[in-house]
Nanobody, 120 residues
Framework: VQLQASGGGLVQAGGSLKLSCAASGSIFRIDDMGWYRQAPGQQRDLVATITSGGSTNYADYVKGRFTISRDNAKNTVYLQMNSLQPENTAVYFC???????????????WGQGTQVTVSS
């Protein structure tokens, strides 16, 4: 099982980016999916999560600007980021709680991270 993130890049303040993260491999079921970020010298912290049923949770600093969504048929989670600001600059990591085939318990899987840089 692996997660592949994409969509990061360089954008000016006020701009938008859409991140994608696709899970692949021997997957029986995916429960929660989400995004974390890690800025230089900072700990990794939550951006947004989404359940398999579509319930969402956001960090306060992104409410109203970022939208998380998922396509269960494609095992993919997205993060639409609007009105980006320089303080949103970070490496963004996706994760998913996945039951691989043959396993009774889920495990957390992480993507490789994608850099988002917002210039002022």
């Amino acid at each position: 099982v692996q997660l592949q993130a994409s969509g990061g890049g360089l954008v000016q303040a006020g701009g938008s980016l859409k991140l994608s993260c696709a899970a692949s491999g021997s997957i029986f079921r995916i429960d929660d999916m989400g995004w974390y970020r890690q800025a230089p010298g900072q700990q990794r912290d939550l951006v947004a999560t989404i359940t398999s049923g579509g319930s969402t949770n956001y960090a306060d600093y992104v409410k109203g600007r970022f939208t998380i969504s998922r396509d269960n048929a494609k095992n993919t989670v997205y993060l639409q980021m609007n009105s980006l600001q320089p303080e949103n600059t970070a490496v963004y990591f996706c994760y998913a709680d996945i039951f691989p085939w043959g396993y009774r318990e889920p495990s957390d899987y992480w993507g490789q991270g994608t850099q988002v840089t917002v210039s002022s």
